[in-house]
């Protein structure tokens, strides 16, 4: 399921989507730097588009309406693979392209943590943004999980826990970031997911999709002004 099959998803579930900052420009690095994409690696999706195309994140067009005026707000997403094949070759152009890029705000998907350090962590002190991440309920940053970058203070974050086959918790999760928008009335709610990637699994994606529906709509419920 495509990022702009889930954005018209929960357009069509909550309403006024972008109201509470859920949109999900899509970016795709497919083959860069050399790294080439076999069927027997995990989590991998086919080529969608050129691999000569620069990643896309949200342009100056696709502008919010703050306090009477039209300010852009620059969003990306990126699966960055986790530590799959010559994950620490990728480490500096990563984050080289995220400067080139120069975001809002950094939705991130497959964001390793370990002893030896936490991605999000880096690429947040190499860029210079905020960083939230998912988590257990202790604090401790998934090992393979997602996280936001912001160029502007995250106020409060947490974690939602999608389903497995089974029905029970997976390894995937959501991450929900309330950030604080200097130009919006309100803060603004931002998204960072990863759904089940198998084909085969559009069933399970739809019930992971319908479980960060039902957050948003609580959250909504709770503050149908954010």
Not at 27 to 39: D, F, M
Not at 133 to 144: A, C, I, L, M
């Amino acid at each position: 399921m495509n990022a702009e099959l889930i954005c018209s998803l929960l357009q069509r579930e909550v309403g006024r989507v972008g109201r509470l900052g859920i949109w999900c420009p899509r970016i795709h690095r497919l083959r860069q730097y050399g790294i080439a994409r076999g069927s027997g690696e995990p989590d991998r999706e086919p080529d969608r588009e050129p691999t000569a195309n620069r990643p896309k994140s949200c342009s100056a067009d696709r502008s919010r309406r703050f306090r009477g005026t039209i300010q852009p707000m620059r969003v990306a997403t990126w699966n960055i693979w986790w530590k799959f094949g010559p994950w620490e070759a990728r480490q500096g152009p990563i984050g080289a392209e995220l400067e080139s890029i120069d975001a809002d705000v950094c939705c991130l998907q497959e964001v390793w943590a370990d002893d030896e350090g936490d991605q999000a962590v880096l690429l947040g002190e190499r860029l210079g943004m905020h960083v939230a991440r998912t988590g257990d309920p202790e604090g401790r940053p998934h090992s393979f999980g997602n996280a936001v970058l912001s160029r502007w203070p995250v106020l409060d974050h947490h974690t939602v826990v999608l389903p497995g086959n089974d029905g029970g918790p997976s390894h995937r999760s959501a991450l929900f970031c309330r950030i604080d928008v200097p130009a919006a009335v309100h803060p603004w709610w931002v998204v960072s997911t990863h759904l089940e990637w198998r084909y085969t699994g559009s069933r399970l994606r739809q019930q992971q999709l319908e479980a960060v529906v039902a957050e948003v709509s609580r959250l909504q419920r709770l503050a149908p002004d954010t």
